[in-house]
């Protein structure tokens, strides 16, 4: 298994231990669908981030050459 379905895998577990639902009484489809609204949003989240960031970084940079 990756490290990204190792990470989606552990979200599925957490989300599903808060709301106390049994992860292994899921049926196969449920847990497809829950993997990958979670990849989506993982890496929805990496993007901003990321551009988040580099905006960031932009601003520094401009503020350096004043």
Do not use: W
């Not at 989300?15 to 979670?38: Q, S």
């Not at 901003?48 to 350096?64: P, V």
């Amino acid at each position: 298994m990756s490290t990204t379905n190792t990470s989606v895998d552990f979200a599925a577990l957490r989300i599903c231990n808060a709301l106390g639902i049994v992860i292994t009484n899921m049926l196969p489809g449920e847990i497809d669908v829950l993997r990958e609204e979670l990849r989506q949003i993982m890496s929805e989240s990496y993007i901003k981030g990321s551009n988040d960031n580099h905006e960031a970084a932009k601003a520094a940079a401009k503020r350096m050459r004043k």
